[in-house]
Every structure is written in structure tokens, then in C-alpha cells.
């Protein structure tokens, strides 16, 4: 019996273009107790619409573990390292991880108070809000009507450990409320009505898809290198409105201030990476842990136009230059017509290719509402595979 698949339900904001192939549902099996067959076509699924919904879901923290090690199954810790942000205090995520003491693969987040909870007697949960990370922030007194995304990111930890290829995530408890209103605050106007406490996704493969053909090119030729303990080292900086990169202020720590570091564990990836089921290229930067790019020259042979980016190559370490260029790579891709806004239900599981979108927090909560989400992705076992020989004679 085959699955039984529906679109997405669109915000009128999306442009449905852009989501012909982002985003399904699956009806009917509960996504914790699938058969080997069933997993196999919800994996070939996952890689072909970057984002699965399954409704009324009932899954244990050990069955999430269990399907999400499935998708790579030499895989076993945590996507930022086994209580490794808990022994890094000074990163910006330790405020917003609680591990399942059972089952510390998952992380319990969300907002509020949280009791008797799988292991936990107790857990005070803090929704991250734009408030903590950005330069400026919506003035208090339009807290709750107004929000931002927080941070666009991958669920990686960017240093010795390789990126999840999955990321699932189960809603126990969400709050209902009134819609919200994403500000932009950029000086393009651009707002997004948002539910309550939504996760915002884009396709990457959209982001690579839709720039023009000299910025393709740049795509294709480069690679980005992350700080070392990004999280860290980005901790003191502050980030634009957008939650699409830092401001360059001089306000990152000094690498001789961070925690150890190898230059072996360092990660350099390409800007593209390509999915194992369709073959299409992603753009996957995590604009806020970028630290340099390497450009490749356009190969011999090919043309040169006028308007091509860096055709002879660079190695560019200065980085108001290097977060110059990835925003404007990545922020035609995240206006309102190509975001995803999930409103969720209890007891909604997605699954997400978290090699093939950027997801971004949103939303601001008063302290009474009581949020509760599992979340489990786990360091893969090999880094991502970047273009071959033929995408860049297609696109350099």
C-alpha cells in the first residue's frame, strides 16, 4: 500500500511556485512505528520534499531516536555533540537545550514551566527570542503583537562534527494564540503574518535556484569556512534584523579566547550541497557562523562576462566582505513569498532534510505559555557532497 500524500496547506503570502515540490503530508502510519519498507519510502520522500507533516503523531523519545538514527545509521550523537553545549557555557545555545536524561539524543525545548516530563522533574524552558540575539529589537511595548526570525540556520555544530542529515521534531504541547506579525525591519517594508510560536523554513534548493546566473556561477566556485566553536565565538556579536548574519562590530571573541581548538576539526564546506535522492544543489550557509570563502576561478574555457563575481578566484578572510556577500546570496530566498510557516498542532511530527532547507525560531511567548517540543538530530557519519565535475561545467 503506498503512502497517501497532500500538499502543504500555503500561507497567502507563499508564492506556490516556489513550493511545487517543498512540503507534504503523510496520512495514515505513524511516523514512530514505521516498517522497514514504509521508512524506506519516507526517506526517498524526505529527500525529494525537504519537509515531512506527519498530525496526531504519538511517538516516544527512544522511537524519534530511533527514526532519526534510521535516515544514518552509523550515526549516534547528538547533532552539536553528547551535553556538548552544556559543557560550553558561553554558547548561544546552552540557554536553549534540555536533554532527555533517558534518551540524550533528544532535546526538550520550548517555553515555560515544564513538570514531570520523561525524566525530568522539572525543566524552565525559554523560547529564544529575537530580543537576546539581534542588534535592535521591536520596541517591548509591541512584543506580542510583532516578531522577527530569530536565527536561519542549519542544526549543526559547524566544528569537528559533521551536519545531521535530519532533523525531526514532535510537538507535545503548543500554546494557541493570536497570529503574529514578522517584521522585516531591513528598510524593505516586507512583513509576514505568522501563527503563534511558528517554525519558518525555506527550500535551499529554491535559494540556488532562483539567483541570477553570474551569482550561480560564484555559488558553484566557492567554499565557506566556519569559525572555530562558532557558537562561541559568535556569542558577544549581535545579528541583523533579519536573523540572516552578523553585524561586523569587532565583537566576535578572539580565537585565542575560545575554548580548544584543532585546526584539523575546523569545517570548510562547499556553499552547494548536493541531495542524494535528486541530484539538485542547496545552498546551505549558516549565515551567522561564517568566517571565510574560497573561490575557485572560472574553469578554463568557459566564458567570462562582464558582471561575473571573482572569475580569477579569492580567498576572502575579511568578514564584513565574507557576510556581505552570503546576504546577498541568501536574502532574495527569504521574503515572504518563499517562506513556510508551519503552524503547529499537538502532537505534529516534521521531519525536515536539514541538507536541504534553513529553518529559523520565531515568535515571542508571554511566560505563561507552556511550549513543549522534542527534538532529535544526530552528527552524521560523512560530510555533505558538494558539486561534481558536471554542475560546475554547467553553472562556473
Same mark, same amino acid.
Given at each position: 500500500? %503506498?503512502?497517501?500524500?497532500?500538499?502543504?496547506?500555503?500561507?497567502?503570502?507563499?508564492?506556490?511556485?516556489?513550493?511545487?515540490?517543498?512540503?507534504?503530508?503523510?496520512?495514515?502510519?505513524?511516523?514512530?512505528?514505521?516498517?522497514? @519498507?514504509?521508512?524506506?519510502?519516507?526517506?526517498?520522500?524526505?529527500?525529494?520534499?525537504?519537509?515531512?507533516?506527519?498530525?496526531?503523531?504519538?511517538?516516544?523519545?527512544?522511537?524519534?531516536?530511533?527514526?532519526?538514527?534510521?535516515?544514518?545509521?552509523? %550515526?549516534? %550523537?547528538?547533532?552539536?555533540?553528547?551535553?556538548?553545549?552544556?559543557?560550553?557555557?558561553?554558547?548561544?545555545?546552552?540557554?536553549?537545550?534540555?536533554?532527555?536524561? &533517558?534518551?540524550?539524543?533528544?532535546?526538550?525545548?520550548?517555553?515555560?514551566?515544564?513538570?514531570?516530563?520523561?525524566?525530568?522533574?522539572?525543566?524552565?524552558? !525559554?523560547?529564544?527570542? +529575537?530580543?537576546?540575539?539581534? !542588534?535592535?529589537? $521591536?520596541? @517591548?511595548?509591541?512584543?506580542?503583537?510583532?516578531? #522577527?526570525?530569530?536565527? /536561519?540556520?542549519?542544526?549543526?555544530?559547524?566544528?569537528?562534527?559533521?551536519?545531521?542529515?535530519?532533523?525531526?521534531?514532535?510537538?507535545?504541547?503548543?500554546?494557541?494564540?493570536?497570529?503574529?506579525?514578522?517584521?522585516?525591519?531591513?528598510?524593505?517594508?516586507?512583513?509576514?503574518?505568522?501563527?503563534?510560536?511558528?517554525?519558518?523554513?525555506?527550500?535551499? &534548493?529554491?535559494?540556488?535556484?532562483?539567483?541570477?546566473?553570474?551569482?550561480?556561477?560564484?555559488?558553484?566556485?566557492?567554499?565557506?569556512?566556519?569559525?572555530? +566553536?562558532?557558537?562561541? /565565538?559568535?556569542?558577544?556579536?549581535?545579528?541583523?534584523?533579519?536573523?540572516?548574519?552578523?553585524?561586523?562590530?569587532?565583537?566576535?571573541?578572539?580565537?585565542?579566547?575560545?575554548? @580548544?581548538?584543532?585546526?584539523?576539526?575546523? !569545517?570548510?564546506?562547499?556553499?552547494?550541497?548536493?541531495?542524494?535522492?535528486?541530484?539538485?544543489?542547496?545552498?546551505?550557509?549558516?549565515?551567522?557562523?561564517?568566517?571565510?570563502?574560497?573561490?575557485?576561478?572560472?574553469?578554463?574555457?568557459?566564458? &567570462?562576462?562582464? *558582471?561575473?563575481?571573482?572569475?580569477?578566484?579569492?580567498? $576572502?578572510?575579511?568578514?564584513?566582505?565574507?557576510?556581505?556577500?552570503?546576504?546577498?546570496?541568501? &536574502?532574495?530566498?527569504?521574503?515572504?513569498?518563499?517562506?513556510?510557516? +508551519?503552524?503547529?498542532?499537538?502532537? *505534529?511530527?516534521?521531519?525536515?532534510?536539514? #541538507?536541504?532547507?534553513?529553518?529559523?525560531?520565531?515568535?515571542?511567548?508571554?511566560?505563561?505559555?507552556? #511550549?513543549?517540543?522534542?527534538?532529535?538530530?544526530?552528527?552524521? %557519519?560523512?560530510?555533505?557532497?558538494?558539486?561534481?565535475?558536471?554542475?560546475?561545467?554547467? /553553472?562556473?
Amino acid at each position: 500500500m %503506498s503512502i497517501e500524500l497532500a500538499p502543504l496547506p500555503l500561507p497567502p503570502s507563499a508564492n506556490p511556485a516556489h513550493f511545487a515540490d517543498f512540503g507534504r503530508e503523510v496520512k495514515g502510519i505513524n511516523p514512530g512505528e514505521l516498517t522497514p @519498507e514504509q521508512f524506506k519510502e519516507i526517506e526517498q520522500l524526505l529527500y525529494k520534499h525537504s519537509v515531512l507533516l506527519f498530525r496526531n503523531a504519538k511517538v516516544s523519545p527512544e522511537q524519534q531516536y530511533a527514526l532519526t538514527k534510521a535516515f544514518d545509521p552509523a %550515526s549516534d %550523537s547528538y547533532g552539536h555533540g553528547n551535553n556538548k553545549t552544556g559543557n560550553q557555557k558561553k554558547s548561544i545555545l546552552h540557554p536553549d537545550l534540555k536533554t532527555i536524561p &533517558r534518551v540524550p539524543q533528544v532535546q526538550l525545548i520550548g517555553n515555560g514551566m515544564v513538570y514531570n516530563h520523561e525524566g525530568l522533574a522539572e525543566a524552565k524552558l !525559554k523560547h529564544p527570542h +529575537h530580543r537576546s540575539f539581534h !542588534k535592535t529589537a $521591536i520596541p @517591548e511595548e509591541d512584543d506580542l503583537k510583532f516578531t #522577527r526570525f530569530y536565527r /536561519w540556520h542549519i542544526d549543526a555544530a559547524l566544528y569537528d562534527l559533521a551536519p545531521p542529515k535530519v532533523t525531526t521534531l514532535y510537538g507535545i504541547e503548543v500554546p494557541s494564540g493570536e497570529p503574529q506579525t514578522l517584521r522585516y525591519d531591513d528598510g524593505t517594508g516586507e512583513e509576514l503574518p505568522v501563527p503563534l510560536g511558528t517554525t519558518a523554513f525555506i527550500s535551499t &534548493r529554491t535559494t540556488f535556484n532562483t539567483l541570477p546566473d553570474n551569482l550561480k556561477s560564484l555559488a558553484v566556485r566557492t567554499k565557506v569556512r566556519y569559525a572555530p +566553536h562558532p557558537y562561541v /565565538w559568535m556569542a558577544p556579536a549581535r545579528s541583523n534584523s533579519l536573523g540572516l548574519g552578523i553585524e561586523t562590530e569587532g565583537k566576535e571573541l578572539a580565537l585565542s579566547e575560545l575554548p @580548544e581548538w584543532e585546526e584539523s576539526k575546523i !569545517k570548510t564546506f562547499p556553499i552547494l550541497w548536493k541531495n542524494p535522492v535528486t541530484g539538485e544543489l542547496h545552498f546551505q550557509v549558516h549565515p551567522s557562523a561564517v568566517w571565510q570563502l574560497f573561490i575557485e576561478p572560472i574553469p578554463e574555457g568557459k566564458p &567570462r562576462p562582464a *558582471d561575473a563575481r571573482y572569475p580569477d578566484g579569492a580567498h $576572502i578572510t575579511d568578514l564584513k566582505t565574507v557576510r556581505d556577500i552570503c546576504y546577498e546570496l541568501q &536574502r532574495p530566498s527569504i521574503s515572504p513569498e518563499f517562506v513556510y510557516p +508551519h503552524d503547529w498542532s499537538p502532537n *505534529d511530527m516534521v521531519l525536515f532534510h536539514n #541538507r536541504g532547507v534553513l529553518h529559523s525560531v520565531v515568535g515571542a511567548f508571554a511566560e505563561d505559555q507552556v #511550549r513543549a517540543f522534542h527534538q532529535c538530530n544526530l552528527a552524521a %557519519s560523512d560530510d555533505p557532497v558538494g558539486p561534481d565535475a558536471e554542475d560546475i561545467t554547467k /553553472w562556473a
